[in-house]
């Protein structure tokens, strides 16, 4: 029987001494990690459409040390300078340690940052390196990236303008819409009447945030200054670019930062008693959606229109079809150029605001 019990005492210690030979496998002892070390290729850049598909600027990093051997993974972390990495893009890489970005990768970090387009920014990036398990990962030193992104196409429906040379004076929420170019998105126009005055323009209608106003003019072009919010100091007003009151198209384009005024000749246009909206939302029939004008812009027609589906539609006058207008460009987007007779213009359903233009045909729906 003693026999019995001490063979049972010796499997249970041989049991015993495997165990702790395991957990001893197992053990590492990890020492603190030194960081890695991040260089970049370039410090400064101007990141253009056109350029998209070049390469941009090349990162690469050291190992840190673990004190082990281990697979470390590594990641890029991308933000705003000044925010400590807050709401960051992050960019996982793994055991690289190298990264080559396209202008169109990095422009579209930026876009996510939401660095203003077209302006210089500062961009801040460091090296995230983890080995994974209850070890907290190494940072690298933060590397300073001066960024000018550009957009795919600006944040706003359209632009504004507002001042003693428009028609609703200096009230923002009676400011006079401009239409975007059917060819590039960050051109817009106006052409209509105006008062020899001055002007701004805002980005949303009845704020006076995001806004533009006067810079340094050199032939016969004037720089724009923006202002992307109320806490910052404003903008001058546009002072002497309408000479004399009258008819003038305002070209704006925020790619370069600019506007021109150019008188526009209205002599023998036609004006029209009547525009409105028809489609498949009323049968293609009477009665029309009625747009109204004023006395001091009669060429610009303003309204709003509810669609319950999806809905093909045209402008037309005197809900008659001997002068209608349809869409030359996009069919699909919600500006454009309209055209005598050409194709249906394709909405979805919703409410919209409604802005047409019969000098240039431009039209614009806003939706709400």
Request: include cysteine.
């Amino acid at each position: 029987m003693k026999f019995l019990y001490l063979k049972q005492l010796l499997v249970f210690v041989f049991c015993l001494g495997l165990l702790s030979c395991e957990k001893d496998e197992d053990m590492v002892v990890i020492q603190p990690g030194t960081k890695s070390l991040l260089s970049a290729t370039q410090s400064a850049l101007v990141l253009t459409d056109q350029d998209a598909n070049k390469d941009a600027i090349t990162f690469s990093w050291t190992a840190p040390d673990f004190g082990y051997s281990a697979a470390v993974n590594y990641s890029l972390e991308f933000g705003v300078k000044g925010t400590d990495f807050a709401n960051a893009v992050v960019k996982d890489y793994g055991t690289s340690l190298v990264k080559t970005l396209k202008v169109s990768e990095l422009n579209a970090i930026a876009n996510e940052l939401k660095m203003t387009g077209f302006q210089k920014g500062d961009m801040e990036v460091r090296v995230k390196a983890g080995v994974g398990g209850n070890y907290a990962p190494t940072y690298s030193d933060v590397t300073a990236l001066q960024i000018t992104p550009y957009l795919s196409e600006p944040p706003y429906a359209t632009l504004y303008l507002v001042g003693a040379a428009t028609e609703g004076a200096w009230n923002e929420n009676a400011a006079t819409p401009m239409f975007r170019s059917a060819t590039d998105p960050f051109v817009f126009t106006y052409t209509g009447y105006l008062k020899a005055d001055d002007f701004k323009l805002l980005g949303q209608l009845g704020q006076w945030a995001p806004s533009w106003g006067s810079g340094e003019t050199a032939n016969g072009v004037t720089k724009l200054v923006f202002r992307s919010s109320t806490s910052e100091a404003d903008v001058n007003n546009f002072k002497s670019l309408i000479k004399e009151a009258g008819y003038h198209t305002v070209t704006v384009n925020l790619r370069d930062m600019t506007i021109t005024v150019e008188p526009y000749d209205a002599t023998g246009k036609p004006t029209f008693n009547s525009i409105g909206l028809v489609g498949e939302f009323n049968g293609w029939a009477a009665p029309d959606v009625k747009l109204t004008k004023t006395t001091v812009n009669p060429h610009i027609w303003s309204g709003s229109i509810t669609l319950a589906k999806a809905s093909e539609l045209k402008f037309r006058v005197n809900e008659a079809w001997d002068t209608n207008w349809g869409s030359s460009t996009d069919v699909t987007k919600l500006y454009g150029k309209g055209g005598a007779g050409a194709s249906n213009i394709k909405m979805a359903a919703g409410t919209y605001k409604v802005f047409f233009n019969d000098l240039t045909e431009n039209y614009l729906f806003i939706k709400q």
